[in-house]
């Protein structure tokens, strides 16, 4: 089992960068793909980005591509989300979330676990 807490949300502007980082607990980080989520108000969760166990795939979704960085750092139990050239769209509650499938599949398997979220809101 695995427990995810969330960090780094705010308010920024438009254009701004945040990082969010999810900090794991237990020993056994490195066996989960890692992934984040967002929910908008009033929208379902959806997937954003994952990352496989070693950090060497990654995917995102289109709506992120070549604006958002996902990366991990299992020596400590760690994962970040790195958001640049932020838009009002992408105003919502963040989650990280572990898998026990592949990253590949994270977009559309539900992972195991979840962490609480943190908010980001990009004002224009």
């Known amino acids: 089992q695995v427990q995810l807490v969330e960090s780094g949300g705010g308010l920024v502007q438009a254009g701004g960068s945040l990082r969010l980082s999810c900090a794991a607990s237990?020993?056994?980080?490195?066996?989960?793909?890692m992934g984040w989520f967002r929910q908008a108000p009033g929208k379902e969760r959806v997937f954003v980005a994952a990352?496989?166990?070693?950090?060497?795939?990654?995917y995102y979704a289109d709506s992120v591509k070549g604006r958002f960085t996902i990366s991990r750092y299992n020596a400590k139990n760690t994962m970040y989300l790195q958001m640049n050239s932020l838009k009002p769209e992408d105003t919502a509650v963040y989650y990280c979330?572990?898998?026990?499938?592949?990253?590949?599949?994270?977009?559309?398997?539900?992972?195991?676990?979840w962490g609480q979220g943190t908010q980001v809101t990009v004002s224009s």
């Open positions: 979330a572990a898998s026990s499938g592949t990253a590949q599949a994270m977009n559309t398997a539900v992972p195991e676990y």
């Open positions: 237990g020993r056994t980080f490195s066996t989960y793909a």
């Open positions: 990352i496989s166990r070693g950090g060497t795939n990654t």
